[in-house]
């Protein structure tokens, strides 16, 4: 859902969200990525576990049972989707400039002067700019998961 995004948003992002701190948003991003590196790793091990395997031999001679082994793979790599979609879709949303900040900056670890380098904007714009595309990253991310509960 596209939303009209206003760069004179005079609020900070902490005003309307007191009680996220800096610290959540890191770990979200910090999630992301481990799960985009972990849903690799699940596909792997999902072809690595055989299909099926003979009933007529001991369920002794396994540690673990190849359909229950397979089947919370599966579900693992459900949930990891599901998160990566959403996050995904929370991106998409944002207008492209507050996307390439955040991804930048929370998903390649890179430093503000660098974007703001590279971007060519002046630092003060810069900033004003990155707490924009926090705010509506945030406003993305709670209405998404409030559309989700409905």
Same mark, same amino acid.
């Given at each position: 859902?596209?939303?009209?995004?206003?760069?004179?948003? +005079?609020? /900070?992002?902490?005003?309307? =969200?007191?009680?996220?701190?800096?610290? *959540?948003?890191?770990? %979200?991003?910090?999630?992301?990525?481990?799960?985009?590196?972990?849903?690799?790793?699940?596909?792997?091990?999902?072809?690595?576990?055989?299909? +099926? *395997? /003979?009933?007529?031999? %001991?369920?002794?001679?396994?540690?673990?049972?190849?359909?229950?082994?397979? $089947?919370?793979?599966?579900?693992?790599?459900?949930?990891?989707?599901?998160?990566?979609?959403?996050?995904?879709?929370?991106?998409?949303? !944002?207008?492209?400039? $507050?996307?390439?900040?955040?991804?930048?900056? =929370?998903?390649?670890?890179?430093?503000?002067?660098?974007?703001?380098?590279? !971007?060519?904007?002046?630092?003060? +714009?810069?900033?004003? !700019?990155?707490?924009?595309?926090?705010?509506? *990253?945030?406003?993305?991310? *709670?209405?998404?998961? !409030? %559309?989700?509960?409905?």
């Amino acid at each position: 859902m596209k939303r009209d995004y206003q760069l004179s948003i +005079s609020r /900070n992002w902490k005003e309307v =969200y007191p009680e996220i701190s800096r610290k *959540f948003i890191h770990e %979200l991003f910090e999630k992301y990525k481990y799960y985009m590196m972990l849903t690799k790793q699940l596909e792997t091990d999902a072809q690595n576990i055989p299909s +099926s *395997f /003979n009933l007529d031999e %001991l369920a002794a001679k396994s540690n673990y049972n190849d359909g229950q082994v397979q $089947f919370k793979i599966t579900e693992k790599k459900a949930d990891i989707d599901n998160f990566l979609k959403e996050m995904d879709n929370v991106l998409r949303a !944002l207008p492209a400039m $507050f996307r390439e900040i955040i991804i930048k900056y =929370y998903i390649n670890r890179r430093r503000d002067i660098e974007i703001y380098i590279e !971007l060519g904007l002046p630092k003060s +714009s810069y900033y004003y !700019l990155k707490n924009c595309a926090i705010l509506a *990253f945030l406003d993305e991310y *709670f209405a998404n998961d !409030l %559309l989700k509960r409905l």
